[in-house]
């Protein structure tokens, strides 16, 4: 499908690309790793062809479809979101147009000769756009666009009115539409959700496209990758297997390499001692001119880069606060007319490191500004505890940093009693090392930014971190590092992240947000899955041969509770029976109607049909007729079905209710 051979790159004269040689086969999934700065974006762009590599060769198959995802796009600002996300084939929007004209002189033709014409051409024009998007094509994108957060009331938002973190969304989503033969992704993770980012993994695994993806979230690489590329110092390295596989052949490579560089500096130095010993004799000075010459050919193995020493650092520790950090009693928080909140209670103790999980537009990030007091609350109150000092962390505070300063200057000027001795050693647990803490803030890149204004907060010694993102833009290096900080913190945290590594790795307690509610429970991401599929799915486990003996209150107990669970299960069917049957009348009509469409298709590429000029019209006509038939019942379906799960969540919360009544 596409091979990469020797290409170099230079970034003035630093060699960025060093002889980078990699082959991708239809239906492989490739994840491309390396530092920030390594040149994993010059790469994509020597892949897709805007960027001539210095040396080496791109070699692609005739006809291939590259679809690339950037890290920063500006798409189109003045079309909705359904119709930019639709806007994918260059072809089908001409052939659109043609439709259009096409139609509008058949029309207005009264000639029956032209009329004939008119119609082949419009079949043939049509015929084309449907084996390019597929009658269902807007069906498809919606449900692209809904798994990646969109809902369906903002389908027809103009993109002009999006966030930039919406607008990668939508091209996103543009682009699995497409669904060209070789994706190339560039951190797609960045502006997603872990809903949305789990609907990625999903669509990822079952895609028929192959991809090179660049992303800094471990578990996903885990999850999509089949071969890991990486490059480091300019070279590119092959591994067969996912991220993990690749930690632990890459260190079993090192450990090789530098065995083998051992052994080979001994052999050396074994004859570099001959030589001076026997390059002066009579007799073996021949002896040693050989070994010399043994010595210059010689193909050098060159040492293993050394690994990343993990710098040993304790920040200044906040002063203790109260056992209470934070509560909220009562609130409630509305947008307009959107109610996000409603009279919640929530209290944070000292210790609790809590994420926060929810799909997109939930109402994470307001809760984390309320606890912050960025945001206020329309009713309830927000008591700090005793001796609370807030730090709250989100994006726009790079806006804070000062051009001008260097990163040293930045930290210094919030160091506080900190020795600057001391100072370098934190930049440098923040990967801020030697020459890098003199550069000025203005030249950083969005993951240097991030990491800087992170350590500034920590200096500024809050015993209560509020993070919104804070992984965002980070390197995996520069995750591991922030991980280390803050599960090191001895002062409370919350914070929104949909890293799941980075997650388990500091929360000791899971926050979801969900319909305006909020959920606290023990533990890590992992322990979230585990108790709430525990909560929600019913026991599946068959009962056990031999049971304790129950006192008779024990079996009225479970009598009365087998009884009620019988009840419900009752009202369940007697509620989904009528919609339920409306449901499977509607997949029988479109079910018939389908069947109609392919019949009118065969006629309308059947020659025949075309001979008489008021025929075609008339097969033409019935096309539209059926295909707006199929996409009335299609939404009619979908009303239906969300009817469906809505009477299924309802009966779920009422089980729950017994369940803890019980």
Known sequence: MLTVNNASKFLGKKELLKNVSFQINPGERLGLIGPNGAGKSTLFHIVIGEVEPDSGAVSRTRGLRIGYLPQESVPAREKTVLARATDVHDEAEGLRTELDSLQRELDSERDTSRLTDLATKHAKVLERLEH?????????????????????????????????????????ARL?????????????????????LLWLEDYLLNSSSAFILVSHDRT?????????????????????????????????????????????????????RFIDKNRYGKRTASRAQSRIKMLDHMEKVEAPAGESEIIHFSFPQPARSGKRVIELIGVSKSYAENTVYSGVDLVIERGDKIAFLGPNGAGKSTLLKILAGVVQADRGERVAGFHTVEGYYAQHQWEQLSP?????????????????????????????????????????????????????LLLQRP???????????????????LERALSEFTGTICFISHDRRFINAVANKVLVVKAGEIHLFPGNYDDYRRIWKERIEPETEPAPKSRPVETSGGTKARGDQK?????????????????????????????????????????????????????????????????EGIRELTEKWEENVLKLEEIEENFRKEKEKQDMAV
């Open 463 to 481: 015993n209560f971190l509020l993070l919104d993102e804070p992984t965002n833009h980070l390197d995996i290096a520069s995750r591991e590092v």
């Open 220 to 272: 996903f690489l885990n999850r999509v990758v089949q071969r890991i590329i990486e490059i480091e110092g300019g070279e590119l390295q092959e591994y067969s297997g996912n991220y993990d596989f690749y930690l632990q052949e890459k260190s079993m490579r090192r450990e090789v390499r530098l065995a083998t560089y051992k052994n080979q500096q001994d052999r050396i130095r074994q004859i570099e």
């Open 176 to 196: 699995l539409l497409s669904e060209p033969d070789l994706l190339l992704l560039d951190e797609p993770t960045n502006h997603l959700d872990l809903e949305s």
């Open 132 to 172: 390019l998007v597929g009658y269902d094509f807007e069906a498809r994108a919606a449900k692209i666009l809904e798994g990646l957060g969109f809902r369906t009331g903002r389908f027809q938002t103009p993109v002009l009115e999006l966030s930039g973190g919406w607008v990668m969304r939508l091209e996103l």
């Open 404 to 456: 001008e300063n260097t990163v040293f200057d930045e930290a210094l000027a919030v160091s506080g009693d900190v020795l600057q001795t001391q100072l370098r050693g934190l930049l440098g647990a923040f990967l801020f090392q030697g020459g890098d803490v003199l550069k000025k803030t203005s030249v950083l890149s969005g993951g240097e930014k991030a990491r800087l204004v992170l350590c500034k």
């Open 563 to 627: 009884r009620a669970e019988a009840e419900l299960r009752n009202e369940l069917f007697r509620a989904k029976k009528p919609v339920q049957e409306l449901v499977d009348q509607i997949e029988a009509q479109l079910e018939t109607l389908h069947a109609e469409l392919d019949e009118l298709k065969e006629r309308l590429a059947d020659p025949e049909t075309y001979k008489q000029g008021k025929v075609a019209l008339e097969v033409q006509s019935k096309y539209r007729e059926v295909q």
